[in-house]
Every structure is written in C-alpha cells, then in structure tokens.
C-alpha cells in the first residue's frame, strides 16, 4: 500500500518530536517549522517509524493518507491520497470532463480502491 505524509505547518509549534525518529521524509525547515522532503510517498521500510513521528506529534500536524486510484469509463486514472484528497480529485475531473455528471462522495468513494 502508498502511502503519502503531508504536514500542517500552521499546526506546527516546532517540537520536533517528528524528525527525533529519523524518517528520511522529513526535516526541519529555518524556522524550525516541519516539512515534507520530496513528494511525501513514504518508503515501506519507513512505514513504522512514520507511523511513529504522526503519533509522537502532540499538535497532530501530520497526516498520512493512503493513495486510492480511481479508473474513470473515460480512462482517465484519478489518483488521490486519502478520501478527502480523492473526492476532490474526482470532482475536479468530473466539473473538467463529464460536467453532466453528479456523483455523491459515499459513489466516488465505492468506486476507488
Ligand atoms: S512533532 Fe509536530 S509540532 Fe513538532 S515539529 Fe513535528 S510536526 Fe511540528
């Protein structure tokens, strides 16, 4: 399973409790605030300690969402990173492509995986 970090830096105090595990995805940037290194995917063999630094975080700044793929009859892949991050993909390209059609979430979601 991807899975993919993303961080609040308007959470952020700075504690730094995160970057203490060591996870390659993540750093401090020059205000001591968190960020994410690269494109956020996590490495299984960082999985765990990932998992780690989201929990170790006492302001909950840090999400880990995992990737859902949804393949339109269009054929269009839709790709998002937690259900949120893929109904409002599917929406996008609903508005963009098919704007005759209206899917609810609890729809978009039944068909992603
Ligand atoms: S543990 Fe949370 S508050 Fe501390 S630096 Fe990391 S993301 Fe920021």
């Known amino acids: ?5 993303t961080a609040d830096k ?4 700075g504690a730094a409790a995160c970057v203490g595990t060591s996870v390659s995805v ?9 960020m994410v290194l690269g494109d956020g995917i996590v490495p299984d063999s960082e999985l765990a300690d990932v ?3 989201v929990a170790f975080c006492p302001v909950t ?5 995992r990737r ?8 269009e892949r839709l790709v998002g990173y937690g259900e949120d991050d ?3 993909v599917a929406r996008r390209h609903l508005e963009e492509a098919h704007p005759h059609l209206d899917y609810s979430r609890d729809e978009i979601l039944a068909l992603a995986r």
């Open 61 to 65: 700044a840090l999400r880990l969402e």
């Open 10 to 13: 308007t959470r952020c105090i």
């Open 51 to 53: 998992q780690d630094a």
């Open 68 to 75: 859902m793929v949804l393949d339109c009859p269009c054929g």
């Open 26 to 34: 993540l750093d401090l940037d020059e205000n001591g605030k968190v």
């Open 86 to 88: 893929m109904v409002a």
């Open 1 to 5: 399973m991807v899975m993919k970090l």
